[in-house]
């Protein structure tokens, strides 16, 4: 059965650093793109960064979106099965429920992509007060 279980959320101060983790299990986790998303109450949820399963020469790829970009960075401990997002000078805006994704990763070779669909975890909130 997988799971994933997201931890480190709380309530920080405007300018602040908080580190989210998600932790995976019953899931070949280094085949996976891993996610971070975002839910505001009353608003859909929002895409926020994600990191690639597969390696290139340079590293895992990494993705953001743009109001997170030099604030936000998303990392992953494939040994650990862990997928981190290091949130630093946090703002108000970024109060939200923060869930993680776990995506077959596409750029893998077909056959060894994971059968199945994507996976969600549960949410942690993140509060931020100005």
């Known amino acids: 059965q997988v799971q994933l279980v997201e931890s480190g959320g709380g309530l920080q101060q405007a300018g602040g650093s908080l580190r989210l983790s998600c932790e995976a299990s019953?899931?070949?986790?280094?085949?996976?793109?891993m996610g971070w998303y975002r839910r505001t109450p009353g608003k859909a949820r929002e895409f926020v960064a994600n990191?690639?399963?597969?390696?290139?020469?340079?590293?895992?790829?990494?993705t953001y979106i743009g109001s997170v970009k030099g604030r936000f960075t998303i990392s992953r401990d494939n040994a650990k099965k862990t997928s981190y997002l290091q949130m630093n000078s946090l703002q108000p805006e970024d109060t939200a429920t923060y869930y993680c994704?776990?995506?077959?990763?596409?750029?893998?070779?077909?056959?060894?992509?994971?059968?199945?669909?994507?996976?969600w975890g549960k949410g942690t909130q993140v509060t931020v007060s100005s």
């Open positions: 994704k776990a995506t077959p990763d596409p750029n893998l070779p077909a056959s060894e992509i994971p059968a199945g669909g994507d996976y």
């Open positions: 019953g899931l070949t986790f280094g085949k996976y793109t």
């Open positions: 990191i690639s399963g597969s390696r290139t020469s340079t590293g895992h790829s990494t």
